[in-house]
């Protein structure tokens, strides 16, 4: 299975500041996704980060908010924008080398905002 | 709506017990059934079920499929305290991205 690192692994910040969040994968994946955890629940799915392109959301996650960028097959970036107490939450980023494959997650990265 | 439904939610046992967890699933495009076992912060992949009646096994671990009946078992043998975690079923629903919808875990607590 792919290893895969996530820093920082925590950070707490103040509001209205944002934070970049790196994923990198030890070989090269055909999808990369992040999700967030909030606590006491289960993941929900932000987005599919594209290689080269735009990356897709899922309802109730913007661009705006949560800007993603894939520029090659091994590495995504997540950043969290003015950011609010309500995005308190584990951020984890996961990835799969292919359409049948199982997905495999980072660490996560643990944010508090103050 | 897709559903995704773990049953119990918390379970709370003694060393050496057997533990059946549930998880029953209501989708429209059904493509593969997951468990992760999660600890801290990753979950870490435990099966991945695509076809009813065959079971996998890992260790003390076990799991099978019912697409007729649309739920899938993970069974744990002789529990130990390392067995301690929240476990998530997961199903992959759509035909392109292949993402995850997970349901909300059952928190084991092996007791010793």
């Known amino acids: 299975s792919a290893v895969i690192s996530q820093k920082p692994s925590r950070d707490i910040c103040q509001r209205g500041t944002s934070l970049t969040i790196q994923c990198q994968v030890d070989s090269q994946v055909t999808m990369m996704f992040w999700y967030r955890q909030q606590p006491g629940q289960s993941l929900t799915l932000i987005a599919t980060a594209n290689q080269g392109s735009e990356a897709t959301y899922e309802s109730g996650f913007v661009i705006d908010k949560f800007p993603i960028s894939r520029p090659n097959l091994t590495f995504s970036t997540l950043t969290v924008s003015n950011m609010s107490p309500e995005d308190s939450s584990i951020y984890l980023c996961?990835?799969?080398?292919?359409?049948?494959?199982?997905?495999?997650f980072g660490d996560g990265t643990r944010l508090s905002i103050l | 709506e897709d559903k995704v439904v773990q049953s119990p939610l918390s379970l709370v046992v003694h060393e050496g017990d057997t533990v059946t967890l549930n998880c029953s699933y209501e989708?429209?495009?059904?493509?593969?059934l997951l468990w992760y076992k999660q600890e801290k912060k990753a979950p870490t992949f435990l099966f991945m079920l695509t076809s009813s009646g065959i079971e996998k096994k890992s260790g003390r671990l076990s799991s099978i499929l019912d697409k007729k009946e649309l739920f899938s078992i993970l069974n744990i043998t002789a529990t130990q305290t390392g067995d301690s975690a929240i476990y998530l079923c997961a199903v992959v629903v759509r035909s392109g991205a292949n993402n995850l919808f997970f349901g909300t875990g059952t928190r084991l607590t092996v007791i010793p």
């Open positions: 996961s990835a799969k080398r292919g359409l049948d494959q199982p997905q495999h």
């Open positions: 989708v429209t495009n059904f493509r593969s």
